[in-house]
Structures are given as C-alpha cells and as structure tokens.
C-alpha cells in the first residue's frame, strides 16, 4: 500500500510544529506495517536544494511562494504543487492531508476527492468556527466539502470533533474517527542533577503565552534560586515581550531562548528539564507535552489543553487554573519525590495511552477498510 501526506511546510526550524510531527511519526509507524508513505508539503529556510526527505522521512518538498501578504501559513503555496497535485494524489493508495485552511492541503484534498482516492483528514485542530473573512472564504468553497466527502475525518478530542460539526453547519456526517497522537517508545530519563531547569517548548507565538511562563519566575526563584526559566521554538512575534518583561520582573539572568530546535536537540533539552511547562491556551493535543511524556518529564499545563485531564488523573503532571496558579503548580512538582512519581506516571501514560505502535496499527488498519 502507498500512502501520501500532505502537510503544510517544513523548515529547518520547524514552523509548523505539531503536524509535521505527527506526520514523521505516523509514516514512520506505517512503514513497520507495510505501508510506503512519502510527505508532501512546502519547503522553506533551506541552504541550497530543498531536501528529499524530512526528519528521515521520504517527501516531496516544493518551494514555499508567498502569494496573500499578511494572511501567514494560509497565504502560501506552491505553483508546481498546485499542477502537479493531481499527478501526487494519483501515485498513491491513499491520500493522508494534515488539513489546514491553506493554499497546500486543500488543494490536495481536492484533488483526491477529484481522483476518487480514498481521503483521510486529520486536522489538528486548525479547523474550528473563525470569523476571518479569507476562512469563511474557504470554508464555503472547499473545507465543508472536503469534511463532507472524506472517507474518514479524524479528530483528537471530543470538543475538536464539535469545533468540526459547528464549520460543517451539521453533525458528524458519519465518517469522523477519533485517533489520538502517539510517539515512540523512548526510555524514561533519570531526575536531572543540578538546580531545577524549566522548559517551555513551543513557538514563541500569543497562544502560547511565554510571558505567562516567564511571569512565573519570581515565586519559583525565592524558593528556588538557582533554577533557570528555558524557552525554545521559533520566534513567532512575542519572544521580544517575554524578554523584556523577565528584564522587569529582575529575572533577565535566569531566563535563556534556544530559538527553534532540531528533533534531536528537542529530547536531550526534554532529558535535561525537570518540569516542562506549556502554559498554552486552547492547545487540542500538543506533541511537546506526549513527547515529555514519552521520556518521563512531568508538564505543567492548562485546563483547555487537550491533555490536562490525563495528566491530572494519572499524576503525570499538573494543571495551573490560571496564570497566577502556575509557579505554585511549578513548584509541587519540584519537590525531588513528587517529581519522581510524576515522571514514573508520565512515562506509564506515554506507553499505555499514546503509544505510536497502537496509533499506527489503528491507522493501518483504517487505510485497509478505506483502499
């Protein structure tokens, strides 16, 4: 069986976050099973040629072009994409979008549903009610038809499978699947030594408020004074504020930025942190937090992260009510023995709830009812 995915883009350092992830792990999970599955997706950032692969994943990357100014990841593409996307769709079993409301993923979208190539559509959570003209736009001329007519609409939560029926106007047509994120077996990492190092690993972007993580500094560091405040991602527009309220604050010296990180340079920062913090509002099912997880580092999140309530019953981590609430959570799990029983929790969680294994035999075996 071949199998294509398409995302929106990939970067050197990783702009687009999560679903790209998720596409890696599940070709990667897929290809243990039999499956052949390339990455199609826009490439930017690169010095020389756009690679043929990403993360170590067979793709089919195609140079990002800007085409609506101001309008981000929605206003770019790809002209030769764009002709050669039904070409794409037609070379493959079965067509896998990571859909966005862009110029990249509808398109291929469109395209298989033209081709009558069974689709799957997995979004993330980047498709709920927006009152943007340019998404009303689209939602009207592609998205709803494409939930529509999709062999399988895959959604993470119960609340993103809602946030679909309010775009489509109508309940789940009948072909929406519930398939949560999965990550890697990887082994649980020891308690670091040394002062407390707290990591928050997202694009430094509004939603996921790292001024919120910073404004926590100054409890953690009466009680904690060594302990340093990380901040890694690609800096999306609120990196600056955060920098310059840690200067107000007179906490400057224990905050640090990494900018964007590779894979690989994301698990030792997660092996090196005793708390990952991701003080993110509305944040479906972030693969920051499962990757913490999969390592064993307790997370501080929120209540309308997806994952909250798995981490609040199984003790994996912990759940700040408001922003005020997070250097009070910060610091239980700083205790050396609540921080052991939270990692031992978190690495149980990632094994038995989020493993990729489960995830892509359940994937498969959707695919082989779909071709």
């Given amino acids: 069986m071949r199998a294509l995915h ?6 050197p350092a990783q702009a687009f ?7 890696v792990n599940l070709t990667a999970g897929l290809a243990d099973r039999g499956v052949e599955s390339r990455i199609v997706a826009l490439g930017s950032g690169f010095d020389g040629p756009l690679p043929d692969h990403v993360d170590g994943r067979p793709a089919r990357l195609y140079p990002a ?42 398109p291929i979208a469109l395209a298989a549903l033209r081709a009558g190539r069974p689709l799957v559509v997995q979004t993330h959570g980047m498709v709920d009610p927006s009152d943007k003209a340019l998404a009303r736009l689209l939602d009207a001329v592609a998205v709803r038809r494409v939930l529509r007519r999709a062999g399988a609409v895959l959604h993470l939560t119960p609340y993103e499978r809602r946030a679909l029926d309010a775009v489509l ?15 890697p077996a990887q082994e649980r990492r020891p308690r670091p030594p040394g002062p407390p190092r707290l990591l928050l690993l997202a694009r430094m972007q509004a939603r996921k408020r790292p001024a919120d993580f910073v404004a926590a500094a100054p409890e953690v560091l009466h009680r904690h004074p060594g302990a340093r405040f990380v901040l890694a991602g690609a800096d999306e ?33 997660l092996r090196r942190a005793h ?27 929120t209540p309308t992260n997806g994952l909250a309530d798995d981490l609040s ?7 700040a009510g408001t922003p005020g609430h997070l250097a009070g959570q910060i610091l239980t ?35 082989e009812s779909l071709v």
């Fill in 237 to 269: 527009g609120e990196l600056d504020g955060a920098l310059k309220l840690a200067a107000s604050l007179g906490v400057a010296g224990s905050v640090e930025y990494l900018g964007a990180l590779a894979p690989d340079a994301v698990a030792d920062e």
């Fill in 65 to 106: 072009r800007r085409v609506l100014p101001g309008a981000g990841f929605s206003g770019i593409t790809s002209p030769g994409l764009l002709a050669g996307a039904r070409r794409l769709v037609r070379a493959a079993d079965v067509v896998h979008v990571h859909l966005a409301r862009d110029l990249v993923t509808l």
């Fill in 17 to 23: 976050g999560g679903p790209v992830r998720v596409a």
């Fill in 6 to 11: 398409a995302v929106t883009l990939h970067t």
């Fill in 313 to 319: 019953r199984t003790g994996a981590g912990r759940v």
């Fill in 333 to 367: 799990l700083l205790d050396p023995a609540a921080n052991d029983r939270a990692s031992a929790a978190a690495w149980q969680l990632a094994r038995t709830s989020f493993s990729l294994d489960a995830v892509a035999d359940r994937l498969h075996t959707l695919y």
């Fill in 169 to 183: 106007g109508t309940p789940d047509p009948g072909n929406g699947v519930r398939l949560v994120n999965g990550v």
């Fill in 275 to 301: 708390v990952h913090v991701l003080p993110s509002v509305d944040e479906p099912f972030p693969m920051s937090v499962l990757e913490a997880l999969s390592l064993g580092v307790p997370s501080v999140v």
